[in-house]
């Protein structure tokens, strides 16, 4: 890895956004890497999104939309497809 000067690279990676279908991080390889830095995510008002997903590999949170009536905060990203799976 040559990235940071040869410090080596620092991956951040998404807890998940598969709340709603009772998905869970813990069954994502990246999340559970030990050479990534899993974010969640917190509404406005301090509350666990509707699409978040429950996991125990999640270092931190940071603010991201929530509900309705709460505002939203909205980023462009280009997404890599991956296969879905089943986690066992």
């Known amino acids: 890895m040559q990235g940071r000067n040869r ?6 990676w998404a807890s998940g ?3 709603r ?7 994502d ?6 050479y990534t830095l899993s ?7 301090g509350l666990v999104p509707w699409y978040s997903e429950a ?4 270092l931190a949170a940071t603010y991201s ?4 009536s709460e505002r939203q905060i909205v980023s462009r990203m280009q997404f890599i497809a991956e296969p879905i799976g089943i986690c066992s």
């Open 65 to 68: 939309s929530g509900s309705g």
């Open 39 to 45: 974010i969640g995510s917190a509404t406005e008002n």
């Open 17 to 19: 956004n598969g709340g």
């Open 7 to 12: 410090l080596g690279s620092i991956f951040v």
């Open 55 to 58: 996991c125990s590999s999640t």
């Open 21 to 27: 279908d009772g998905d869970s991080c813990n069954c």
């Open 29 to 34: 390889g990246y999340t559970n890497s030990i």
